[in-house]
């Protein structure tokens, strides 16, 4: 009979500093693998402490809590399979991302993250010490590396480990979510495979942590770049995936290959396990939205619908004398398409007060943005105030386009604690809200069908601040801003590159200065689910005082 080796993936959701229920999911995994029978059960990057921890890695206390909350865990796990682990380590030489190896109630073996991520969301080096390429350790009867994470993008680590005796890759993750990564992560391991001749394992985290989304989709390659399993996106999962010595050495038996959907589904799951995590992992139960009747608050009420379920979820109209019968009627439509409360307060009166307030100060002055900003800024004072007296959290609807361009109240529309739609341009706003009314997962909590009417989707945007008001009065036609706001902040084009992509150069400037002058209300928004490479916050930090603009 053939030599086997069994081992357990548990793709499972980790609370950043909780670290007692952590370990509480790690040792349940055990059990199930226990029950199983399996050689070794394994679970991701940094489980113990959650991930990213941030700075927070850096308070001596926290990383001496999370090692004995490992060496308690060796102790539990005595009789059964080994456990593989993420946590910190820290010796007289550093403080090192690790992954722990526990069998028969000790630490086996400990694998130091070597290659420490610099970039996008990352700021490994300021963190941890580079640890030195370890070596693979025995289970049973297989010898198995374990690079951790970024490690697994270069191959002087795996090559390392094939040219020592490994012959199994074993690689914990904490990869965040953005789109088209699962085709990057996969181009990577199928060459770390053909380079080595060995099989890997991909073992991702799942669970949102702030503005990062960490979608699991874990998978296990044979050399070749065949995919033995694929485990599902943005959900929790355990499973075994078993492997059989042969004479071209061992490889692993084929196992479920869950479907990965298009970026569509994959963005829309990312904003709902974004909030849902944002919001169970704080300890809040309820939200609260402005509903407006337009497009970006409907997107957001459907996400925290399909999130929390929609008894979660109130929607609050708030109308001037500027807001339309038609922007009324279709708040309290999609109102009742998602099963949400709606309530209406309007600010006339209170807009009527402060204009009399200010009248003195205004005197001798026409009308304008200082006048219409007063109309969100009492939207945003209201919905606070009625999220501290009823304890739901606010949340605010601004697209990334409008946060590019600063197309936003400060203190006003932008007041919440989170927005899912922040890494969202307007044009994918549209087309997210036509999927969701054709779509529905068994994950979505509201209803199926057409749940934001095609009346807000096809009728041109507005702020309503103004009689007549139409959001192309003050901006380039959304498909030409984004366009333009991909060029400038996902691509980092110049002006002359993107005149030449044949967008007309007044244009261009005027919204490249409205992007660098905006960069101080965004320092201010709330945080938002991260979608792309270069979300506003941790991918791309610019500085809010910046005189320099493309001269080009």
């Not at 991520?117 to 350790?137: Q, T």
Request: with cysteine; glycine share 10%; aromatic share 8%.
């Amino acid at each position: 009979m053939a030599e086997r080796f069994r081992l357990s993936l548990a793709q499972l959701n980790a609370t950043v500093g909780a670290i007692e229920a952590n370990l509480a999911k790690a040792r349940a995994a055990w059990e199930v693998g226990r029950a199983a029978g399996v050689d070794m059960v394994a679970l991701p990057e940094m489980f113990v402490t959650g991930y990213q921890t941030q700075d927070l890695i850096l308070k001596p206390a926290f990383t001496a809590h999370a090692m004995r909350a490992v060496e308690a865990l060796a102790l539990d796990c005595v009789q059964g399979p080994a456990l593989a682990i993420g946590a910190p380590f820290r010796d007289e030489s550093g403080l090192y991302n690790a992954y722990w190896v526990l069998s028969g109630g000790k630490v086996v073996a400990r694998a130091l993250k070597h290659h420490l991520p610099n970039d996008d969301v990352f700021d490994e080096e300021r963190l941890f010490a580079s640890g030195p390429v370890s070596g693979p350790y025995r289970i049973g009867p297989l010898r198995i590396g374990s690079p951790v994470c970024e490690d697994g993008w270069y191959d002087d680590v795996t090559e390392t480990l094939a040219e020592t005796g490994a012959e199994m890759l074993l690689i914990p993750n904490g990869s965040p979510y953005r789109r088209h990564k699962l085709d990057l992560r996969m181009n990577h391991m199928v060459a770390r495979g053909l380079e080595t001749g060995l099989p890997l394992v991909y073992l991702n985290m799942v669970g949102g942590q702030d503005d990062q989304v960490f979608d699991g989709a874990s998978f296990v390659l044979n050399p070749g770049g065949e995919v033995a399993l694929m485990l599902p996106p943005f959900e929790e999962a355990q499973q075994e995936v078993v492997f059989e010595r042969g004479g071209e050495g061992w490889r692993a038996l084929a196992g479920p290959r869950a479907p990965q959907p298009d970026a569509w589904e994959q963005d829309y799951h990312a904003m709902v396990l974004a909030l849902r995590d944002y919001l169970g992992k704080s300890g809040i139960a309820r939200v609260l939205l402005g509903l407006s009747g337009g497009i970006d608050s409907a997107l957001v009420a459907a996400i925290a619908a399909d999130a929390i379920g929609p008894g979660n979820v109130r929607g609050v109209m708030l109308p001037s004398r500027f807001t339309s019968q038609g922007s009324l009627d279709d708040a309290a439509d999609v109102a009742g398409r998602l099963g949400i409360a709606l309530d209406t307060l309007p600010i006339t009166g209170p807009q009527e007060a402060v204009g009399a307030a200010l009248a003195p100060f205004f005197a001798g002055t026409e009308p304008g943005i200082a006048e219409e900003n007063i109309q969100s800024r009492l939207r945003g004072l209201l919905l606070m105030a009625l999220s501290n007296k009823g304890g739901e959290m606010l949340l605010t609807t601004g697209n990334k386009s409008e946060m590019a361009v600063g197309y936003a109240t400060i203190y006003g529309d932008m007041a919440g604690g989170y927005n899912p739609i922040k890494d969202l341009y307007k044009t994918r706003v549209f087309e997210t809200c036509r999927w969701r009314n054709l779509n529905h997962r068994p994950w979505m909590l509201a209803p199926a069908g057409e749940v934001i009417p095609p009346a807000i989707i096809d009728k041109p945007p507005s702020a309503e601040l103004r009689e007549g008001q139409k959001d192309e009065d003050s901006l380039p036609p959304y498909a030409v801003l984004d366009a333009i706001l991909e060029a400038l902040v996902e691509e980092e084009k110049s002006v002359p590159e993107i005149v030449a992509m044949g967008f007309d150069r007044a244009t261009v400037k005027r919204v490249e200065g409205l992007l660098y002058g905006a960069e101080w209300k965004r320092f201010q928004s709330a945080p938002g689910t991260r979608l792309t490479t270069r979300a506003f916050w941790l991918d791309r930090r610019y500085p809010i005082v910046n005189r320099w603009r493309d001269g080009g």
